[in-house]
C-alpha cells in the first residue's frame, strides 16, 4: 500500500502531527527495494520506522516513510533450546507473549516494550534486569542497493547499553528483516531488577514475571494510546568511578550501578526528579509527573516545545550535577535522521 501526503500522527508514538510525502506500508522485501530505488530516482530520503516509538520528528519529512511489516515466526526446537527466526515487522510485545503461551520462556522481562522485532536489536533494548543481546543469535540485514540479504552473527553486532552496529555502519541503505532468538530450556528467572527482587527465584514462572514486569511498566510508565512519549528520552549516563564517588559523597542516595568496563551508570530519572523537574512544562511538552526520564505530549505539543523541554532538562541537570544527559530517542528532520546532540546544544 502507498499513499501520497500522509500524517504521520499515528505512525510515531509522541502522536506529532507532522506530513511525509509518501507512506508505503511494507509487506515484501520486493516492495522495500522499488520503494528505495523509487525515492532515489527522485532523489528523495526514505526512513525505515517499525511502531515509531523511538523517533521524535522535528519538522515534516520531505520523503517516503516505509512502515516495516514483514512478517512470519518460525520455530525450531532442539534437545536444549528452541530457536526463532522471527520477520522484523511482527509486533515485540505480542512476540513476548507468543513464547509464552507457547512454553516458552526467555523473554518476560522485557514484556510491553513497544515497538517491531526489527527495531529491538538496534538500540539493543533492555528492561529489568534483561537485554536483547542474551537472546539474540543474529540479525538479517537487507541491503536496499544491491538486494542481498546478510546475516550480521551475534558477534559482528557490537551490542552495547542502547548500542548496536545498526546504529552506526548498517544506519544507511539497510533494513532489518528477519532476528534469530535462541530460547535455552535451562530457564532461570532473571529477578535481580528492582520490584522483581521480591519474587521467590525456586518457585516463580516466566508468567509469573512477565505479569509482574507488566503490571510495574503500566504503573510508571505512560500508555503512548493515552499520552504521546517515546519512553526514555535520555541515556542513563556512564561516568566514571570517581566522578561517581564525588556525586555519592554529596548524595549518597543517589542510584548508582556498576559496571563490568569500570564505568558507573547513573539514573538520569532521579538526576531529572532531584531538580524538581517532574510535571515541568513548554507548551504541549512536559515531563512526565511519575517517570522523570519520560517527556510527554499532553496532547497539542509541537516538536518544537519538545526540543525547548529537552534542552532544559539537560541544562538543568549540568547545573546540578555536571552530568550531560544524552537523548535515546533519534531525532528525525526533513532529510532523515540529524545528530540529537547537535539540535540541542
Ligand atoms: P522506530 O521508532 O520505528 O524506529 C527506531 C529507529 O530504528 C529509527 O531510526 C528507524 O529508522 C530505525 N528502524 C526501525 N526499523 C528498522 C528496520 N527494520 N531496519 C532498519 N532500521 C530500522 N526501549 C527499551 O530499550 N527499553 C524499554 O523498556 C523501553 N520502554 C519503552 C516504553 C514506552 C512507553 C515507549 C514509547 C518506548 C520504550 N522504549 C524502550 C523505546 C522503544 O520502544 C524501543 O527503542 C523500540 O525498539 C523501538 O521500536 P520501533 O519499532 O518503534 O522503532
Ligand atoms: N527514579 C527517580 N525518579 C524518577 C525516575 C526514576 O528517583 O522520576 C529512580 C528510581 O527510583 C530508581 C532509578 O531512578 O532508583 C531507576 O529508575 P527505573 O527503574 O524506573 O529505570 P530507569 O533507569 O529510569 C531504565 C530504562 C527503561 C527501562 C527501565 C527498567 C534507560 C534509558 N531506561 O529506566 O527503558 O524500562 O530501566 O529496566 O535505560 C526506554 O529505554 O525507553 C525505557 C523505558
Redesign the pocket.
Known amino acids: 500500500m502507498s499513499t501520497e501526503r500522509v500524517c504521520l500522527k499515528n505512525y510515531n508514538?509522541f502522536a506529532l502531527s507532522v506530513q511525509a510525502a509518501e507512506l508505503v506500508v511494507a509487506e515484501t522485501i520486493e516492495v522495500m527495494i522499488k520503494s528505495w530505488q523509487r525515492a532515489k530516482k527522485r532523489h528523495q530520503p526514505l526512513?525505515?520506522?517499525?511502531?515509531?516509538?523511538?523517533?521524535l520528528f522535528l519538522e515534516d519529512f520531505s520523503g517516503t516513510v516505509l512502515i516495516?511489516e514483514l512478517k512470519g515466526i518460525e520455530v525450531k526446537e532442539t534437545e536444549d533450546a528452541w530457536q526463532l527466526h522471527v520477520a522484523?515487522g511482527e509486533n515485540?510485545h505480542q512476540l513476548v507473549s507468543y513464547t509464552l503461551e507457547n512454553g516458552m520462556p526467555g523473554l518476560e522481562n522485557l514484556a510491553l516494550?513497544?515497538?517491531?522485532v526489527?527495531?529491538?536489536p538496534?538500540?539493543n533494548?533492555?528492561?529489568y534486569g534483561m537485554e536483547l543481546e542474551q537472546v539474540c543469535v543474529y540479525v538479517d540485514l537487507l541491503n536496499l542497493t544491491n538486494g542481498e540479504i546478510e546475516r550480521i552473527e551475534h558477534e559482528r553486532c557490537q551490542f552495547n547499553y542502547?548500542e548496536s552496529i545498526?546504529k552506526h555502519q548498517f544506519k544507511q541503505g539497510?533494513?532489518?528483516v528477519g532476528v534469530g532468538f535462541r530460547l535455552s530450556k535451562q530457564w532461570q528467572a532473571q529477578l535481580a531488577y528492582g520490584d522483581l527482587k521480591q519474587l521467590e527465584p525456586e518457585t516463580t514462572t516466566a508468567l509469573q514475571v512477565f505479569e509482574a514486569v507488566c503490571a510495574t511498566r503500566r504503573s510508571k510508565?505512560?500508555d503512548?494510546a493515552v499520552m504521546g512519549?517515546?519512553?526514555?528520552f535520555f541515556k542513563n549516563p556512564l561516568v566514571t568511578q570517581q566522578v561517581a564517588k564525588e556525586l555519592l559523597t554529596q548524595y549518597p542516595t543517589m542510584p548508582s550501578y556498576p559496571q563490568a568496563d569500570g564505568q558507573v551508570k547513573l539514573a538520569a530519572g532521579w538526576l531529572i526528579d532531584q531538580c524538581g523537574l517532574k510535571g515541568y512544562q513548554i507548551g504541549g511538552a512536559a515531563v512526565h509527573d511519575r517517570q522523570a526520564l519520560v517527556l510527554v505530549n499532553r496532547g497539542d505539543a509541537s516538536s518544537q516545545d519538545l526540543v525547548d523541554l529537552a534542552k532544559h532538562v539537560r541544562n538543568t541537570v549540568v547545573a546540578k550535577f555536571d552530568v550531560w544527559l544524552e537523548p535515546e530517542v533519534?531525532f528525525i528532520a526533513a532529510n532523515g535522521?540529524v545528530d540529537a546532540l547537535e539540535v540541542l546544544s
Do not use: D, H, Y
Open positions: 508514538t526512513l525505515i520506522l517499525g511502531g515509531g516509538s523511538n523517533v516495516n522484523a515485540w516494550i513497544p515497538g517491531s526489527g527495531s529491538a538496534i538500540q533494548i533492555g528492561a542502547r545498526f539497510f533494513v532489518i510508565l505512560p503512548p512519549n517515546a519512553g526514555s533519534r535522521e
